[in-house]
């Protein structure tokens, strides 16, 4: 059983105890490239961790159109319904909340998926002469 890892019942105890990132490696035997023998000065056994990083969930980004003067209700719910994909009703509420507020949030996506909504609407609404504006903000 050389190389491996020899814990008495409280160091097991304590391992049991440690943060869920870490885990027991194996010690490499004697003889290995690295020159590590598992053993330290006074001939104890020693541990080997490894830190799992954790993963996070990325960051989120809310699509935003904004009130204009000049573009028909009509396109901006075409808008909401062919890029967004809502339903007529919910485009429909959404667009007079921006009309009635002067900004409204289309969707909450990450952040290329935002960018790439923007884009969209920004080329959609420049090929039909629409000034409609459509921004993105971090949530």
């Given at each position: ?106 969707g909450v996506y990450t952040f290329e998926v935002a960018e790439t909504k923007v884009t969209q609407v920004m080329d959609f609404s420049r090929q039909h002469d629409h000034p409609l ?7």
């Open positions: 059983m050389l190389g491996t890892v020899l814990i008495k019942d409280c160091e097991r105890k304590k391992m049991r105890a440690m943060d869920d990132r870490t885990e027991m490696l194996p010690l490499k035997a004697a003889g290995d490239d690295d020159g590590f023998d598992g053993n330290d000065e006074e001939g104890k056994t020693g541990l080997v961790t490894k830190t799992r990083p954790k993963t996070r969930k990325p960051n989120l980004y809310k699509v935003l159109l904004l009130n204009d003067d000049y573009t028909p209700m009509e396109f901006v719910i075409l808008i909401l319904e062919k890029f967004f994909n809502k339903r007529h009703e919910e485009a429909s509420r959404i667009m007079l909340h921006v009309h009635q507020r002067g900004v409204g949030v289309c504006q459509c921004t993105m903000e971090k949530e």
